[in-house]
């Protein structure tokens, strides 16, 4: 037994090594320090100076990854990597044996090239061991030693080396284990952060700038942007962004965009240019269409730094932006859903309300006519005898004032109770048939002949050519005076009123529309939909029947009024009336 | 037939006391009624040449009067008077003879009994 074995033998008590090994390996530390502590000791208690791990990068490919401390080879191996079956780390990958080099042995070459710089140093060593990590099934990685102080590994170390590298491939299989798990259970909690965004009742604005936000946090991605292409929420602003989008990537970020959405799923930079990305780019880029019922709504790109720390969007990011991207469409639809519900509840709010006005005011009139019956009674008798009084006795002036005041005021109150007793009663149509034309303007001469009219412009521009109607000629007359009245009243008596007729179609039937415009500063936006209610008013001394009654006539006629405001000019008021063909005289009665 | 007889029908007294001094004004004899049962029954007694008769009125109205009164004589001149406009909607309303709404110038009212009576 030479000098160097009875150290050997001396200093080694296997035994004793595998036991604070298992210790080590079973310990709460973390698994780097694990790793180089049980490194640490091997080169100890073995007299090795180096004691190196291979383990597999992101590419499939042997990298030096951990050492002893007193290390002076890793400086250099560190900076290569090697596949399996290259070189003799590659080989005892691949072979899954160790291999075993003494004094005797010509130094082995590390991995498929030649190391100029490592050539020299590896002169001084003598003895080498080259073990695979790996157990039954999977293969971790490889562990090197080598020494300057010793000739060769004796076999009682080869066994004992050929146990440890099992329990090193077992801490690198649970740590292997943990990091997935951690990266599923990111993805998850990215998941179940969207899930909690998703269901809020955010505005499509703020949820989309959240999603990028949750996205981009959760991942530590560079950035995060969502493009929409097509959206029913009808956003003014069409990309979400989290992070900045390095000038570097723009165009690909665009490139990676139109090919998603050409080919209906994720994509990577990996897969659309892949030169590029090998060749040292910084970014690791993923993008996905957004899909909701066959249709694109747009994409989602995430981008992330291919070394940066903990980025969680690896190789197999595919799947993961996949399902992020179909949450977003389950998002949008059900924020499209809200916002769609919403309306048609305001909506419904906003009838509901109409109709409780319509039936306050239904109630209103029945009541207003039945309060009118009763006051008109007694003003007959009022005035009835207040007549008689007048021609019976022998009065003086001043008497006779008096009495036509209260005579007066007697017509002003019969001819308002008629007003509001006329609008409850139901009049029958007089079907004949018309020329609005003419009728409209026997009603203006009517009108204008009128002094207070003078200042009034009236502009004419009649369709000759207007099909004759059936209607009641008095209570168009009614509704036109009514109109025209209440244009000079909004313009006090100074503007411009015009008037035009033409054939209109509504519903798929000839009408005739008469439209009847003022220059009166129009009606405020507030009140426009009360104008056609009854005792609604905005005259001191108004009923607010006029509208109302006309609004009833043209209904009965089988027609409508429109209105077009525009606050601070002036209003249109368009009455549409069907034409005679289409509406019989049974109709009417 | 100046001395013509009315039959004024109203349940307000001093509608009917109104009507009955104006109507005087003008020659014609006046006699009461304050609703469709009375008026029914002072038909019966007498010959009218004319009924001005009111629709809303308590236990018989203006329009049931005027479908019995018709149904009796179908010939017997009848004014409805009433404080609506128009009632015209109402079928029955078409058999009265006049219509005239209830106004304390009563110059409509006169005017069509004179037409009616063909003064």
Known sequence: ?589 | MKNARILVVDDEENIRLLFKEELEDEGFEVDLASNGFEALDKLKQGRFDLVVLDIKMPGMDGIQALNEIKNANKDQPVILCSAYGEFKQDFSSWVSDGYVVKSADTRELKQTIKNILGL
């Open chain 1, 1 to 589: 037994m030479s000098d160097s074995i009875k150290k050997q033998s001396q200093s080694v008590n296997p035994v004793d090594l595998l036991g604070k090994i298992i210790e080590i390996s079973h310990s709460n530390l973390e698994l780097t320090s694990r790793i180089n502590s049980i490194l640490n000791i091997i080169s100890r208690d073995m007299s090795c100076e180096e004691v190196i791990i291979y383990t597999f990068d992101k590419d499939k490919r042997l990298t030096c990854r951990f050492a002893n401390q007193k290390s002076v080879l890793f400086k250099i191996l560190n900076q290569y990597r090697c596949h399996v079956g290259e070189g003799i780390v590659g080989s005892v990958a691949q072979k899954r044996s160790p291999l075993f080099y003494t004094i005797r042995d010509v130094p082995p070459r590390f991995g498929c090239l030649f190391y100029p710089e490592l050539d020299e140093k590896l002169e001084n060593y003598k003895a080498f061991a080259f073990l695979p990590l790996a157990d039954d099934s999977y293969l971790y990685g490889v562990l090197v030693l080598s020494a300057v102080s010793r000739d060769a590994l004796h076999d009682a170390e080869k066994i004992f080396l050929s146990i440890l590298s099992r329990e090193i491939g077992g801490i690198l299989r649970s740590y292997e284990l943990i990091l997935s798990s951690k990266k599923r259970i990111s993805e998850l909690a990215t998941l179940s952060e969207l899930g909690k965004v998703l269901t809020s009742n955010a505005e499509p604005h703020e949820l989309l700038k959240n999603i990028a936000l949750i996205i981009a946090k959760s991942l530590n991605a560079t950035f995060v942007t969502i493009k929409l292409e097509y959206s029913p929420l009808k956003l003014d602003v069409h990309r979400f962004t989290y992070g900045v989008i390095d000038p570097s990537v723009q165009d690909h970020v665009r490139e990676l965009e139109g090919t998603a959405t050409r080919l209906l799923r994720a994509v990577s930079m990996k897969d659309c240019s892949p030169d590029e990305y090998e060749s040292g780019f910084r970014f690791s880029l993923f993008s996905a269409p957004v899909i909701s019922k066959n249709r694109v709504l747009g994409t989602l790109t995430i981008c992330g730094e291919k070394t940066g720390q903990n980025y969680t969007l690896g190789e197999d990011g595919q799947y993961l932006i996949n399902t992020i991207a179909n949450y977003i469409s389950s998002g949008l639809e059900n924020t499209l859903l809200n916002t769609r519900l919403r309306d048609a509840v305001r909506e419904l709010g906003d009838a509901q309300k109409r109709l409780i006005e319509q039936e306050k005011f239904r109630s209103l009139g029945e009541m207003t006519a039945n309060i009118a019956h009763e006051i008109k009674n007694p003003l007959v008798i009022i005035g009835g005898f207040t007549k008689r009084l007048a021609k019976q006795v022998d009065l003086g002036r001043t008497e006779n004032k008096y009495i036509s005041i209260i005579l007066n005021e007697v017509t002003r109150l019969e001819s308002i109770l008629n007003e509001v007793l006329n609008y409850v009663k139901e009049t029958p149509l007089l079907a004949e048939t018309c020329n609005i034309n003419d009728y409209l303007d026997e009603t203006l001469y009517l009108l204008t002949s009128d002094a207070s009219w003078e200042e009034v412009r009236i502009v004419k521009t009649y369709d000759p050519g207007l099909p004759p109607i059936a209607c009641d000629s008095q209570q168009l007359k009614q509704v036109l005076i009514n109109i025209l009245i209440n244009a000079h009243e909004a313009m006090h008596g100074r503007g411009t009123i015009t008037i035009q007729t033409k054939q209109a179609t509504y519903e798929n039937k000839p009408f005739i529309a008469i439209s009847i415009t003022d220059t009166g500063g129009g009606i405020d936006p507030a009140i426009i939909d009360n104008v056609f209610n009854p005792f609604f008013t905005t005259k001191e001394r108004g009923t607010g029947l006029g509208l109302a009654i006309s609004n009833k006539i043209i209904k009965n006629h089988k027609g409508h009024i429109d209105v077009e405001n525009i606050a601070g000019k002036g209003v249109t008021f368009i009455i549409y009336l069907p034409v005679k063909n289409h509406t019989t005289k049974e109709e009417f009665l």
